[in-house]
């Protein structure tokens, strides 16, 4: 492991061709590159991409875009929360080289025209709500791959389809960049950290624990011998509606190589959900090996 102890020199730019040429020059000098996409708002989560970029490659980019194209017309575009200081502050404790914080217009400048689309496991789970929701995010981060050729590309379990569908649009487009996926980030009581938690009321917070219960204890009765998919499903959707809270979009159980779906919880699964409190939209999930 690389140590991570260095004076700052943490770099925060705009432009896009300010980083290709920061880039270029650490390319130079045979050094790797990881990046790590983000829309900013940092917490333990996105660190632990981070921790992991930097001990894996001798240079890292820290990306931070909010990016308009992957939020739906009534989505919450405009309350996402924002901090850039505090961003740069925690991102140069952690190791970052580069900050990239692009405008919407460096990103996206008038006339623009191209999207890169991945079909079908883009049109369940969350993409059945949020239409053009992947659509986005896999156009946006084929940009950041043009822009920064990163050798590794760092992206959290807690987006499950998120990254499900960036593989397969890695594979399928032939990019050239090894794709890590870290283990999801949980605040002490299991909720799943997320920068959207901050949106959420004290009675919402407290309710929101559910989700990771309900899942853990999804996976209890699998272990304990439950392969009735149904059943499951069952269980969780109840305890999450119990609550009183809770607006369920869905609670699925799919394959969690291909997200196709399953009779039995058998193999490798993916138990997914997406649940509002209020107008906030959480997201977790679980892998499960049976
Ligand atoms: P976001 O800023 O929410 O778009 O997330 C940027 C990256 O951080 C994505 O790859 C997320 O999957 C990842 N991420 C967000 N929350 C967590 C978490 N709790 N644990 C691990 N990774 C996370």
């Known amino acids: 492991m690389k140590k991570i102890i260095k004076e700052s020199n943490m770099q925060v730019v705009c432009r896009i061709d300010d980083v290709k040429s920061i880039v270029k020059s ?34 890292t980019v820290l ?6 194209t992957q939020f739906g017309e009534n989505e919450d575009y405009d309350e996402y929360p924002r901090d850039w200081e505090r961003d740069k502050r925690i991102a140069d404790e952690s190791g970052v080289d580069v900050i990239f ?8 400048p008038q006339g623009y025209k191209t999207y890169v689309n991945v079909s079908l496991i883009t049109e369940i789970l969350c993409g059945k709500s949020r239409t053009d929701h992947f659509k986005g995010v896999t156009t946006i981060v084929n940009k950041l ?9 760092y992206f959290g379990q807690k987006d499950a389809q ?9 594979s399928d487009l032939n990019i050239n960049v090894e794709m890590i996926t870290c283990p999801i980030v949980r605040e002490n009581d299991g909720l799943a950290m997320s920068s959207r938690n901050v949106n959420l009321n004290a009675e919402h917070r407290k309710a929101a624990v559910v989700l990771s219960k309900a899942l853990f204890e999804a996976e209890r009765m699998i272990n304990a011998g439950q392969t009735n998919k149904q059943k499951v499903i069952k269980h969780i959707d109840e305890m999450i509606k119990k609550t009183g809270k809770a607006e369920i979009d869905y609670v699925e159980a799919l394959d969690a190589d291909t997200l196709q779906q399953i009779e039995l919880i058998k193999g490798k699964v993916l138990i997914a959900l997406a649940v509002k409190f209020g107008k906030t939209r959480l997201i977790d999930n679980i892998i499960v090996e049976v």
């Open 26 to 59: 650490q390319k130079m000098k045979q050094c790797t590159v990881g990046l790590v996409p983000t829309m900013g708002y940092l917490h333990d989560g996105h660190i632990s991409l981070i921790n992991k970029s930097v001990s894996d490659n001798d240079f």
């Open 63 to 68: 990306s931070i875009f909010i990016n308009p």
């Open 101 to 108: 914080i692009p405008s919407i217009n460096e990103m996206y």
């Open 145 to 153: 791959f043009n822009i920064v050729e990163p050798d590794r590309v």
């Open 162 to 170: 998120q990254a499900a569908v960036i593989k397969k649009m890695i």
